[in-house]
């Protein structure tokens, strides 16, 4: 087991138990791999191994510290968000079928918020469906939500026509991890060390190999010892959701970069980042299962994966530009307490959430301009 990093709170006997089993989990895995194991498996594994994996198991994960959470989401933040996200659903109601899917929908906020802001507007909502992989979380949102409104699936329905959105959904999809070494891209994984996992190397294979060959053919070298990853299966997931939606949009909102943004030379430790108890720590092995694991998105890499899929690309800003766009201020100056301000302030400052954040908005069928792309549209930054 990695040792704790300094600044962060040790956890309770229950919680480090519960670690140490999906470790060994691990472990035996490792063992049986021949004493290694690629990064994405590992993430994956701490993410989402049955019964164990941060979001398959019990530990609140959404929330303030005080309510034992380890991050907040901007529907959590505000219910201004999906207020403001409600017009740009609105506006693609007018055309299509008045239905959402919400892919990883947290812990519910988002939907029961944004229903209430369509009803708002005097939309009712013919169906709003979630596709959720944690039964932690599953159950949590239907303590939330109007189960005679929403329903849950087991995966992506086909031909669907509205509004689909992923919101901090990318992030949490495993990554390959990779160095170059001497002009020779190595692959990032986890091994073992004396029963302690340890983070080791090896010469990557011609999928990895290919991917950050084309990713120099478009920024540059990269310097000897840099490290980033590559988002493989967020990819794969995108080109998927072309099969999915027949006609509508597909909102995708996480914190990210283009990829010369990403993979600057001066980004060289990657983007890796680990969220516990409302601590951000580096380091991924670090209590297995307790800890939150993203990366940031590439939203190029996901421009280009919906585009193969037969998408087109509708927009692309920061969530500071899209939430004024979708009339976030109007909301606003109907509540002019400094709870409310404060919020917004989170939502749309550049030192908070506002630049950091973007929404990619992508689809099949829309032939008009995205109201929350009017202003501040960044596609040809992709």
């Not at 004493?35 to 019964?51: H, K, Q, S, T, V």
């Not at 189960?147 to 959105?165: K, N, Q």
């Amino acid at each position: 087991m990695a040792t704790r990093p300094s600044t962060l709170p040790s956890p309770d006997s229950f919680a480090a138990e519960h670690s140490a089993r999906l470790q060994a989990l691990i472990a035996r895995e490792i063992e049986a791999a021949g004493g290694w194991i690629p990064f994405d498996r590992y993430m994956e594994l701490a993410l989402y191994a049955p019964g164990l994996g941060y979001y398959a198991a019990g530990a609140r994960k959404f929330g303030d510290s005080a309510a034992g959470g380890d991050f907040v989401t901007a529907p959590e933040i505000s219910p201004l968000f999906a207020s403001a996200l409600a017009a740009q659903v609105a506006q693609v109601f007018e055309h299509l079928p008045a239905r959402i899917v919400e892919f990883g929908a947290g812990s519910g906020v988002l939907a029961r918020d944004l229903l209430a802001g369509l009803a708002a507007r005097g939309i009712e909502v013919e169906g709003y469906s979630i596709v959720e992989l944690s039964p932690e979380l599953a159950a949590r949102q239907r303590a939330v939500l109007d189960r005679r409104v929403v329903e849950w699936l087991a995966g992506p329905p086909g031909e669907f026509e509205g509004v689909m959105i992923a919101n901090e959904v990318l992030d949490v999809m495993p990554v390959k991890a990779f160095a170059k070494r001497g002009g020779i891209v190595a692959e990032r994984g986890v091994g073992l060390e004396r029963d302690r996992l340890v983070l080791a190397e090896r010469a990557a294979g011609r999928e990895l190999s290919d991917a950050v060959a084309a990713i120099e053919a478009e920024v540059g070298p990269l310097p000897d010892g840099y490290g980033s990853e590559v988002g493989l299966a967020a990819a794969a997931w995108m080109r998927s959701a072309a099969a999915w939606l027949a006609r509508g949009a597909l909102l995708a909102i996480d914190y990210g970069f283009p990829r010369r943004e990403y993979y600057h030379p001066q980004r060289l430790m990657g983007t890796l980042m680990c969220h516990y108890r409302h601590h951000a720590h580096a380091d991924p092995l670090w209590l297995p299962g307790l800890n939150d694991i993203t990366a940031h998105v590439d939203f190029t890499a996901m421009a280009d994966a919906a585009h193969e899929g037969g998408l087109e690309v509708l927009g692309y800003t920061t969530q500071a530009h899209f939430l004024l766009n979708c009339g976030l201020l109007e909301q606003l100056g109907t509540d002019h307490s400094p709870q409310r301000a404060n919020e917004a302030q989170r939502l749309l400052s550049e030192a908070e959430m506002g630049e950091l954040f973007k929404v990619l908005a992508v689809g099949r069928g829309i032939d008009r301009h995205l109201l929350g792309f009017a202003r501040g549209d960044r596609t040809e930054r992709l």
